[in-house]
């Protein structure tokens, strides 16, 4: 089992639709959960990060956070075509100080 | 500097040929990272720094591969012999000192290796 699952997607949504991203992780000591925003070509750059269960909302994103389950989701409200990117589920280990990256999920928003 | 600043940003080598990739970090940034990515995936961790200590070189693929931050700032990811599977991006990132909620990793923008 990989540390960190995501459906490579392409995820399709039409502009304006709400696009849904998903992300388990199998190691429960994980603390925060990062979401990152990568454009084709460019480095990956912070969207949100969350560290208690429920949600957390940051303009049109909001993150949500289920540690018994091992789920994080990123829901994107009016998607734009600029959101289409690929998204990256991120755990934070704090007694290994780092990210453990998933595959990415591939969003294309469409007009 | 305002971000993280990595040279060469693109670099072909022959195979065999040795690389030395270069990471400026934000300043103050006393936590760095190397990640590998391979183009359709997610980065791959390779090696952590806190100041000048390597606290984990867990990720780095073979001993081919070799990180130093002698000065607890600026640091270099070598390669020996690059082998053509070697071939990705090379990110280096920085932040704070851990803490509970996580202290934001910012990423530079890359160095592309292609070896050939």
């Known amino acids: 089992q990989k540390e960190v699952e995501q459906n490579s997607g392409p995820l399709s949504v039409p502009e304006g639709a709400i696009a849904s991203l998903n992300c388990t992780y199998s190691d429960r000591g994980s603390q925060s959960f990062f979401w990152y925003r990568q454009y084709s070509g460019k480095s990956p750059e912070l969207i949100m990060f969350i560290y208690s269960n429920g949600d957390k909302e940051d303009g049109r994103f909001t993150a949500q956070l289920n540690k018994a389950s091992q789920y994080v989701s990123l829901l994107i409200r009016d998607s734009q075509p600029s959101d289409s990117a690929t998204y990256l589920c991120a755990p934070y280990t704090g007694g290994g100080n780092k990210l453990t990256f998933g595959t990415g999920t591939q969003l294309k928003v469409e007009l | 500097g305002a971000g993280v600043s990595q040279s060469p940003r693109y670099k072909v080598a022959k195979r065999g040929q040795d690389v030395a990739l270069r990471c400026d970090p934000i300043?103050?940034?006393?936590?760095l990272f190397w990640y590998q990515q391979a183009l359709g995936q997610g980065p791959e961790f390779l090696t952590y720094?806190?100041?000048?200590?390597?606290?984990?070189k867990s990720g780095l693929p073979s001993d081919r591969f070799f990180a130093e931050r002698p000065e607890g700032s600026v640091s270099t990811l070598k390669i020996q012999r690059t082998q053509q599977e070697d071939s990705a991006v090379y990110l280096c990132?920085?932040?704070?000192?851990?803490?509970?909620?996580?202290?934001?990793?910012?990423f530079g923008e890359g160095s592309w290796l292609t070896v050939v």
């Open positions: 300043s103050g940034h006393v936590s």
């Open positions: 990132a920085s932040s704070l000192p851990s803490t509970y909620s996580g202290n934001t990793i910012y």
């Open positions: 720094f806190q100041n000048e200590a390597q606290l984990d």
